[in-house]
């Protein structure tokens, strides 16, 4: 071996790292991505409004981010309140005046120390509405008039990019189908088997063609991604498993459960149905965008690090899998205790 391409000691060390760094807060993270909040604000009657604040709720703690109103908005009724299982809705019924709500401010305070964002539709008495993901950077909406076809677009657009790259139990996923499959061909095969089996459960879900309970949904995802890590290993020493030789049909089959779960992101939302067809098209086309990022960047760094001629220690090869598969048994094994927990 070259002097070049030897690794040197710090450097083993500093890759073994590098890896833990980057791979170990996915065990520690939540199994499932973040759910948005969700803002509606129907217009019934000149400055008069309805208005619903869905906020999420994780193991009965709920999202704290507080709603904030302008001065001059007053409650015309009693606000009440509903707590679901996953979530807690506010109604109110508000009187603005006679400028209305428009051009006003609503803020979510609170929402800055979160890493969830806030979906809000206005609907105005004249027809038109409007769309608008909130961001914890920017924890506010200005009411607009309404906004064309392409802001809208781009709005579900985005909120599948984050909800994709927000999923640390679907990045992991692919993750472990990235390190499962050589050759860019049987790559591109799994990964558009996945894309495909995720697409079909993310619409028949989101019209409500299937519905899957939440919890047991989460267990099954989390046992996936074991059942992948334990696939990894195996293949890593040699064996052929149905996992090595029919990667896509894995990447298929838990790809269906993983679309369930991408529909749980827009769902529960609660979108009018009239929005669902176009809500459910450009979140999915952004769902495949921040999966393709994710591939992309996989590849670039393995690239580059074979640019340096950068050798693994031997004993450092399977701690991927190893962590893939932690993750996985970590998450199967607590939310599956949380719902015995919920059922006793």
Not at 91 to 98: K, S
Not at 125 to 149: A, C, E, M, Y
Request: charged residues 15%; proline residues 6%.
């Amino acid at each position: 071996m070259s002097a070049r391409s030897k690794p040197r000691p710090w450097l083993r060390t500093a890759m073994i790292a590098l890896l833990a760094a980057l791979v170990l807060p996915l065990a520690a993270a939540r199994a499932h991505e973040v759910r948005p909040a969700y803002l509606q604000i129907d217009e019934i009657a000149p400055g008069r409004y309805q208005l619903l604040w869905r906020t999420p709720v994780l193991s009965g703690m709920r999202l704290p981010v507080v709603l904030r109103l302008p001065d001059d908005v007053r409650d015309v009724v009693e606000p009440s309140a509903v707590e679901l299982s996953d979530s807690l809705i506010e109604r109110h019924v508000l009187d603005a005046g006679p400028k209305g709500l428009t051009g006003d401010r609503i803020e979510f305070v609170g929402l800055q120390a979160t890493i969830t964002d806030v979906l809000v539709r206005v609907q105005l008495s004249d027809g038109t509405h409007s769309t608008t993901l909130v961001h914890p950077s920017k924890p506010w909406v200005d009411v607009p008039r309404s906004q064309g076809t392409l802001e809208v677009a781009a709005t579900y657009l985005s909120h599948g990019i984050n909800h994709i790259l927000g999923g640390i139990d679907h990045l992991l996923f692919v993750f472990g189908l990235l390190l499962l499959v050589k050759g860019w061909r049987r790559v591109a095969a799994t990964i558009t088997a996945f894309t495909v089996a995720h697409s079909l459960t993310l619409a028949a879900a989101t019209f409500g063609l299937i519905r899957l309970p939440e919890a047991p949904l989460n267990v099954a995802i989390a046992m996936s991604i074991l059942i992948l890590g334990v696939e990894i290993v195996k293949a890593a020493r040699g064996e052929a498993t149905f996992g090595v030789r029919y990667p896509w049909a894995i990447a298929f089959g838990f790809g269906l459960l993983h679309g369930c779960g991408f529909a749980v992101g827009l769902a529960t939302a609660g979108l009018p149905a009239a929005d669902i067809p176009f809500a459910l098209l450009f979140f999915n086309l952004g769902v495949e965008i921040g999966q393709l990022a994710f591939v992309a960047l996989f590849y670039t760094v393995l690239w580059a690090a074979r640019s340096i001629d950068l050798v693994i220690p031997r004993r450092a090869e399977l701690l991927p899998a190893y962590l893939v598969g932690t993750a996985g048994a970590y998450w199967t094994i607590t939310l599956t205790a949380r719902l015995i927990n919920t059922a006793v």
